[in-house]
């Protein structure tokens, strides 16, 4: 009776910690990904010279920086913004936010 007792404390102490550490990881990949902003799948070149043309149409100064991260920035009142514009295929997203680009950006891809 007692090793039924102890083995069944066992299966519901394992139990718990994998449930708890499953919803902590997935909590995390949850916050990263909350700002993105997601689309249906495109070329990575048309999302590129899409996002390019928002921006420069919004007054930004779209500079490459990787194959799929753009530098924006934008002087307003004698103070200039800089921001980072990463896309994929089917989503993108800007550090730090900005809801001017944002707002942009999500016209050109028709969102």
């Not at 799929?68 to 934008?74: Q, S, T, Y």
């Not at 004698?78 to 997203?93: G, P």
Request: net charge negative; aromatic share 8%; proline share 2%.
């Amino acid at each position: 009776m007692k090793k039924i007792i102890l083995l069944s404390v066992t299966v519901l102490l394992s139990s718990l910690l994998f449930v708890s550490c499953g919803a902590t990881t997935g909590a995390h990949t949850d916050a990263k990904t909350a700002n993105y902003t997601y689309f249906e799948e495109m070329p990575l070149q048309k999302v590129h010279k899409l996002i390019v043309e928002a921006g420069e149409d919004d007054g930004w100064r779209m500079t490459e920086f990787k194959e799929n991260e753009l530098i924006a920035e934008k002087t307003e009142d004698s103070e200039t913004k800089a921001v980072t514009v990463e896309f994929s295929k089917e989503y993108f997203h800007i550090t730090p936010h900005n809801g001017d680009l944002e707002d942009a950006i999500e016209d050109k891809l028709g969102l």
